[in-house]
């Protein structure tokens, strides 16, 4: 195990230059003495590793030190094959490539691996689509493409929801599929913000250099994105009692219905669940949906808006006879 990290770390510094301990240790998920210890087990091997101190300082290899140590084992290999979202790669236009990087990299493989090679290959496929999720026209994705790669500045035109088209003018620094909706990333006024590229109704690349923040990490700052997003979303918590038998498919009856805990089943054959909803209105629907197999217990303002809305269904249809 230890030796898999020394080479981690050996090749992590090829590529970035530059990390800090701070930086290995997370990526290696091992504590920042670790890394000092491992540092010293490369020096002792002869690996030249250069501690820099102070601010902005970190460690690198010294000068143009390179490894050829680039074997991979089997689980990494079978990691490199098992299928990528074609609709993803179609959508960059590199399903071709993709499949043409495969091919060479199974015939560059050593004999032994390449049955396990196939074998992932065969047996893990990843679909990144919804059920019921409708494709999203993406026309302008290859432009923005185009931009990111040549690190060229945009003006775009933006939808926000119902509200008429804006200018913007952006430095493109990355595409993020978020399931099968791609989403560009940009700084816009200095600030990094995430635009949904289906809203995106047209795209002038300039002859201007994009400019890019230092040390900006798409993956990072995706990850933190998304984490504020689901923290601000709205949220509406009911508690209700179900009948046993419905329990498996409450799940599947809302899209917008969450189950936070279930309580045990009682003498008379129900259960107490707690639930999560994005607003109230959402909540009252979901519970109509079970007609008497579901009773609304908390909130109780919740309990009055179905017990109104149950009553109105009946008059309306009462009054069509």
Known sequence: MRADRLFSIVLLLQSHRHLTSRDLAGRLEVSARTIHRDMEALSGAGIPVVAERGTGGGWSLLGEYRTNLTGLNEAEIQSLFVI???RLLADLN?????EGAFLKLLAALPTVFRRGAEYARQRIYVDVTGWNRAEESVPLLHRLQEAIWQERRVRMSYARGECEAVERLADPLGLVAKGSVWYLVAAVDGEV????VSRV????????PCRRPPDFDLAA???RSAAEYRAHLP???ARVRVRQEIVARMPYAGRFARIERTGEVDANGWVEVWLRFDVE????EYALSFGTQLEVLEPAALREKVLAAARSV???YARSF
């Not at 913000?193 to 949904?196: A, C, E, L, P, T």
């Open 193 to 196: 913000r995430s635009y949904r």
């Open 201 to 208: 109704e047209r795209v002038e690349m300039l002859d201007e």
């Open 281 to 284: 209105e959402m909540a009252c």
């Open 84 to 86: 990528k979202p074609s």
């Open 314 to 316: 009946v008059d309306f």
């Open 221 to 223: 700052f995706w990850e």
């Open 235 to 237: 949220s509406y918590r």
């Open 94 to 98: 590199l399903e071709k490539a993709a």
